[in-house]
């Protein structure tokens, strides 16, 4: 794409909005940045305030470079609070000053401030839940309170991007069908991350890389490689608030298991210390850790949640059911004892992956949802001010 708005034949102007500059939806704003720099728009960051950790201070920095609107940071907490409000005010003045032509919200928080400024400061709204609120069940009360505040912003929001099938059709199962535009657009990984990895001397059996939170299995896998009764070696790569908890459940296993916290670092600096990658997590949207493993050539044991049937396809019987102890034990004891079997896998993971998740095509299919949704601002924003229900277009990518 040439980077020009149909409308005014400028550069786009857009600001994408988001928590926590941590995980894969920091990935995927990292990647959208530079790619839409490089097509010649105009990007600008709305984030929470910079983690303490040496890796995310790092790529903030790094961001800097193809933000010529800039990156702004406000505190943000998970939960909703009296903070948002004032949150909105600021970024409806930031959207106004910057003459910003497309806000792009990102998971729970960041999606719930694109939608919820006031349409007289301008521009189009998307979002791309990233599993977010979607994680919920509305049984729980908040559950009830996330989902119910989705099916309000459902009709404030001008077009989605969905990362998933799988996202799609909990979004629609959920919340509803979506309004306005939306796309299926998969996250994908750069040609450069498909260079082998050189392994570290001292290799673990396994390796985990991500947030240290409760939905992320790490429980789960440290009961998992306990139940083995096999020697394993197993290092934990990340930072999160739960890190004592599993650091505690991981005093209490047998001699014969290793365990490792090694606290945050570059996801292929972790690869090279494991020999297989473990993803346990209890829920997932389509995980980024998953595509660079798979891109690194790193065997992956992981859970059958999110799409993650989407990235292994022919080969996801190998996935384990989410919080399945046994059956993670057992994956665990068959990756050391079949050493080529998993190296196959890995092999074909690594073709799938580069012939279907590539990053140019990620931010050229979200670039075309962009200009689509630009050429029809007039369109839209008529349709906005008529109650009638929408019907919902799915963008052809």
Do not use: W
């Not at 009764?229 to 999160?240: C, E, K, W």
């Amino acid at each position: 794409m040439a980077g020009r708005s149909p409308i005014a034949n400028e550069p786009t102007r857009i600001l994408h909005v988001f928590r926590a500059p941590l995980g894969g939806l920091f990935r995927h704003v990292c990647d959208l940045a530079a790619g839409q720099k490089k097509a010649g728009h105009k990007v600008g960051i709305v984030c929470g305030e910079v983690p303490s950790d040496e890796v995310a201070v790092r790529k903030l920095d790094e961001l800097s470079q193809y933000c010529e609107l800039g990156i702004h940071t406000l505190p943000m907490n998970r939960l909703p609070g009296i903070g948002d409000a004032i949150n909105i005010l600021r970024i409806s003045a930031l959207v106004r000053r910057l003459k910003i032509d497309v806000v792009h919200g990102h998971g729970a928080k960041g999606g719930a401030y694109a939608r919820l400024l006031p349409r007289l400061v301008g521009g189009n709204r998307i979002y791309t839940p990233h599993g977010g609120s979607l994680h919920f069940d509305a049984r729980s009360l908040t559950g009830f309170a996330f989902l119910n505040a989705e099916k309000m912003m459902r009709r404030r929001t001008d077009a989605f991007v969905f990362e998933s099938e799988f996202g799609l059709q909990t979004f629609t199962r959920k919340v509803g069908a979506p309004s306005g535009f939306f796309s299926v657009i998969h996250n994908g990984v750069n040609d450069s991350e498909f260079e082998p990895v050189a392994d570290e001397p001292d290799l673990a059996d396994f390796v985990y890389v991500g947030e240290l939170r409760e939905l992320k299995g790490i429980g789960t896998l440290i009961d998992a490689a306990t139940l083995a009764g096999h020697p394993i070696h197993l290092r934990i790569v990340g930072s999160g608030a739960e890190r004592e908890r599993f650091e505690a459940q991981a005093a209490d296993v047998p001699a014969c298991l290793k365990i490792e916290f090694l606290g945050p670092m570059p996801a292929r600096q972790a690869f090279a210390l494991g020999r297989s990658v473990v993803v346990p997590s209890y829920h997932e949207s389509l995980p980024y850790i998953v595509l660079e493993a798979a891109a690194a050539g790193k065997p992956v044991i992981a859970t059958r949640v999110g799409g993650m049937t989407e990235i292994f396809g022919v080969d996801s019987t190998s996935l384990i059911d989410a919080h399945d102890v046994g059956g993670l034990a057992d994956r665990l004891r068959y990756a050391i004892n079949h050493p080529d079997e998993m190296a196959a896998l890995a092999m074909r993971l690594r073709a799938r992956v580069q012939a279907e998740f590539s990053a140019g095509q990620m931010i050229e299919s979200i670039d075309k949802l962009y200009q689509r949704l630009l050429a029809n601002r007039q369109t839209r924003s008529s349709e906005y001010s008529d109650p009638a229900p929408r019907n919902a277009e799915e963008v052809p990518l």
